[in-house]
């Protein structure tokens, strides 16, 4: 016999442990620049700004998903 348990852990033990196994839907505010909904502390996907700062090249950004697209089709 290998390891095993000395006692048995009781279902209200078992459902502490298991307290914190939910899911939990992501935090979102909307975009203070274009109002989208966007995840708090993220890069908003829609303008690309994040605390008042450009931080993604949306323009490059559009011309790499395009590219992208058109290689999706060929
Ligand atoms: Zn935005």
Do not use: W
């Not at 502490?16 to 909307?30: D, G, I, K």
């Not at 274009?34 to 993604?56: A, I």
């Amino acid at each position: 016999m290998g390891a095993h348990p000395k006692q048995k852990i009781s279902r209200s033990r078992q459902g502490n442990r298991r307290r914190h196994h939910f899911l939990q839907t992501p935090q979102l505010m909307s975009c203070p620049t274009c109002g989208e909904k966007k995840r708090t502390h993220f890069v908003c996907p829609n303008c690309g700004m994040y605390k008042g700062r450009q931080v993604l090249d949306m323009d490059r950004q559009m011309r790499r998903e395009r590219a992208a697209q058109q290689e999706a089709e060929q």
